[in-house]
């Protein structure tokens, strides 16, 4: 832990004035949550908006309570999470191995560029009743679906960051007589780090629009299966419901990679 007498009293009170001012983003964030609920809840109250169409902050807990009682509702969010974790990891993997055979082979790279740009352009939903014929219609095509929109931009993601490495760098290593090996260990992969750190942050949203859109296509439980269902039935409390525990699963996945790209750069120093 640093002294703080080892700091100047300006730079002290730089930090100081920094940690104010993150509290007030942050009580201001909290704030205007609170305040967009409040005026939701009044609308729906006064009935200023239908809340059958916009449903209401009272409902949805109402409807999460019904479905934590009944029993379903970890059993929905294991199975969407389960299916999201599974393709997240396998599309960054994977992606991230191809992206270094691209980096490895300039050959292998203009070959297969044209196909990855198609591959990325495509619309992934118009493979799904492919993806069924293959993979049946359980988790395996979710996850199939999840691994199929992430893949490409994680490789596309991780290729420029190797591309990018500094060319004065590359040659400093060359002309010392590094192998192609040794170029790639110490310099190409550490300073791709930043771009594995945001393409983490990519792939966590890729991830959770593929999982849903799976279960948009073909599912028995998830939270994709219950907005589904709850349009069918108009049942827009429970779609609303969905919504929320979606957005809520997202941003905890997310602050976990923010949480590990400042374990990254604290070692990093």
């Known amino acids: 832990m640093k002294n703080k007498s080892n700091f100047s009293t300006e730079h002290l009170q ?27 809840e009044l609308a729906a109250a006064l009935e200023w908006v239908n809340p059958f169409i916009t449903s209401s902050p009272s409902r949805i807990v109402k409807t999460i ?17 389960t299916e999201t974790l599974v393709g997240f990891f396998i599309a960054v993997v994977v992606g991230y191995s191809v992206a270094l055979l691209l980096w490895w082979s ?29 993979c049946g219609t359980g988790s395996e095509a979710i996850v199939f679906m999840t691994v199929l929109i992430g893949l490409i931009v994680a ?3 991780m290729l420029g960051g190797f591309m990018a490495t500094d060319e004065s760098k590359l040659l400093l290593l060359r002309s010392m007589g590094a192998s192609k090996w040794q170029t790639l260990t110490k310099l190409v992969i550490p300073s791709s780090l930043p771009t594995f750190i945001s ?14 859109m799976g279960e948009y296509i073909v599912s028995k439980a998830g939270i994709g299966y219950l907005i ?25 996945m997310y602050a976990l990679v923010a949480l590990l790209e400042k374990l990254v750069v604290k070692n990093v120093d």
């Open 155 to 157: 490789i596309l993601n």
């Open 199 to 212: 393409m983490l942050k990519i792939n966590v949203g890729m991830a959770w629009i593929g999982s849903i």
């Open 106 to 134: 300039e050959l292998f790279r203009k070959i297969s560029e044209p196909y990855l740009v198609v591959l990325n352009a495509l619309p992934k939903i118009a493979l799904g009743p492919l993806i069924i014929i293959w």
């Open 65 to 81: 309570g019904d479905l934590y009682t009944g029993g379903t509702l970890f059993y929905h969010i294991n199975t969407t999470l």
């Open 14 to 40: 730089y930090l100081k004035k920094q940690r104010n001012r993150s509290i007030l983003v942050n009580v201001v964030r909290i704030a205007f949550l609170a305040f967009l609920l409040a005026v939701w």
């Open 228 to 252: 589904v269902y709850g349009g069918q039935v108009f049942k827009l409390d429970l779609v609303m419901s969905s919504v929320l525990i979606l957005c809520v699963l997202a941003a905890v």
